[in-house]
DNA sequence: CTGAAAGCGCTTACAG
DNA sequence: CTGAAAGCGCTTACAG
């Protein structure tokens, strides 16, 4: 059998209470005793049973991580998995485990949060945000006082404790670039009209270039599906607008229409960054084969994750803290498509 | 408090014994005395606590997956979280839970492995494989006796439990697919020379044509470093064959190969699939831009990884089983750059 | 500075 | 069919 609390204490002349002590560096214990100690666990190869002192203590020093995790998840959404990542790395250091919860079975909104809370097999509750919609869900978590933090605002008010990237301000850092560069004439092409993050995007870069004294016009502003074709398509009408008002520089959505106003740009013969500079959000997932390589401006989800995790420790520590807020700065990754500032 | 095994049996007027028993579904327990436990229970809404029975039981009813979880391993390594939520969704059925180990920080190989082990805070383990490189590694698997699976074939000899993809078999399918389609005449992109993944697609390819009777002539076979550059250079290479040595279709052992041997098939002007035809292994993570939608072999390992969590499960009831495989088939999926069959 | 003892909430032989 | 009791391996007031 392994080697348990009281096999040390015996080795080693001592009660359980003061292996225990010295395993949890009480201070009232002797140097001497404490180094006796030790040596014999090291002797002996002591590990202490995670499943007993988790149930001594009455915590698991365990988090849950909720979130979908069908089949090709990691295709379509592989920066859950990496804010996944964020999280582990602060958790780890501090000697606490993550599991994984999956939400995208359930049948009913709360099932898996309300078995996490009641099962007590984890001490809190990091909440991707695809997996929390309804304010059933928020209630629930409000109302049994389990510590919990949310990644991506809720989309309704609550007590909640959330936070978020900020797709406003990345829109705000692409206006600022493009003013460094003295791109003047700018155009932004994004995703459909009804999508959240685009708009949030298009709205920071109209507001911040605003601020500067510059207008988008109307026919620099296109919506596409983020397919190739629709962004092919949306950028070559904006270059072949009249030379008055043909954009300097296109702002791109994501990588998927970067891809297309690439090859635009290509096929009608323009030189980048000098005839013509694009730039888009996120590097993934297209990024890679754009070529020239295009400037980015990209969000470290996974610092998102580091800091969902340290705030998590921080609230059980103390239970009454509520952050809501908006956390990660976004970052330009200078490419090939625009004058470097 | 929460409501624990004893409030329940005052409540039901049992003893613990029964409550527990209830719970586990002894058969000795009468229909009437089951229902009103039941009743109780539901009434207090009551769990059981999940520690206390990891605890009184022996086990976790948790297994630990060990792999490298660093910044950006989702973008790098999407494959590897799809075959983690494959294992997630076997587990969490038959009510076991997951929870993640890093070894991308270990500073000594075993060194997560035996903290795992020893800790017994997990019932049984699976590695990517990845992690697991070591002859050390598998030495302390095999001496603790511990479950274990190891998702990737280790790369020595060993009595490690480990599953795998065929990747010899997919580049049978390619030739099967090929041949079907009457393309006899056929050639093959691959990566560098030294990648373990592209020889073994390669080999499989070459082997089936053969077996048809069909010689892949040396300069129909390419190697590249899957960028889109020298892959579009090796494409062109073949197109400006003379028409008795032109390949008729081309396999590209990943999808970045195949966005530039589309790149390249567009330029030469050349009709798909009717003058030249093309497939690539895997969908991820460029398939979906290549234009027109290519044929893919592509391989399920998100069912790789539930059969992962269900041999672990097997195993636990049967330590003695031994599972050394090449588990999961590769599939077809007929795109619009080939014929179909 | 050290130890005896209660307790964490279950499971499981064993007795009846 | 049901229950009393030991036990799982620690932690933590409390007493000395």
Redesign the interface.
């Known amino acids: 059998m ?1 080697v348990t609390i009281s096999d040390v204490a015996k080795e080693a002349g001592v009660s359980i209470s003061t292996v225990s002590k010295v395993l949890n560096n009480w201070t009232t214990i002797s140097p001497a005793t404490t180094e006796r100690v030790r040596t014999v666990m090291a002797r002996l ?1 002591y ?6 002192v ?2 001594a203590r ?1 915590n ?1 020093r ?1 988090i849950v991580y909720l979130t979908a ?7 379509r959404n ?5 804010i ?3 999280v ?2 602060q958790l ?1 250091k501090c000697g606490y ?6 939400t995208s079975e359930d049948t009913y909104p709360c099932e898996s949060v309300s ?1 996490v809370i ?4 984890a001490d809190a509750l990091i909440v991707h945000g695809s997996a929390i919609t309804k304010q059933e869900t928020a209630d629930l978590i409000l109302s049994s006082g389990f510590p919990h933090i949310i990644i991506g605002h809720p989309g309704f008010d609550s007590a909640l404790c959330w936070i978020d990237t900020n797709h406003g301000l990345a829109g705000q850092y692409a206006a600022m670039h493009l003013i460094n560069c003295d791109y003047t004439k700018a155009a932004f092409i994004g995703g459909r009209k009804t999508d959240v993050i685009s708009n949030q995007r298009l709205k920071g870069f109209i507001g911040k270039m605003r601020d500067y004294g510059i207008r988008i016009a109307p026919e620099c502003i296109g919506y596409t599906d983020s397919g ?2 629709e962004s092919y398509q949306a950028a070559e009408k904006m270059l072949q607008l009249p030379p008055s008002k043909r954009p300097l520089a296109i702002v791109c959505e994501n990588s ?1 229409i970067a ?1 297309g106003v690439s090859r635009a740009i290509h096929d009608c013969g323009l030189k980048v960054p000098d005839e013509i500079a694009f730039l888009t959000f996120d ?4 990024s890679g ?1 754009i ?1 020239p390589p295009p400037t980015i401006v990209d969000i470290d989800v ?1 610092d998102m994750g580091a800091q969902a995790g340290d705030i998590i420790l921080r609230k059980l520590k103390n239970p009454s803290l509520l952050v809501q807020s908006y956390t990660t700065l976004p970052m330009i990754l200078q490419g090939k498509t625009t004058h470097p500032i």
Chains 1, 2 share one sequence.
Do not use: W
């Open positions: 392994a190869n590990t202490p049973n995670a499943r007993a988790s149930f009455q698991t365990n995790l069908s089949k090709n998840e990691a295709y592989p920066h859950m998995f990496d996944m990542c964020g582990y790395s780890a485990t993550l599991s994984l919860v999956d078995r009641s099962q007590k097999c190739t074709l998927c891809v590097s993934f997932p297209y084969i070529d996974y």
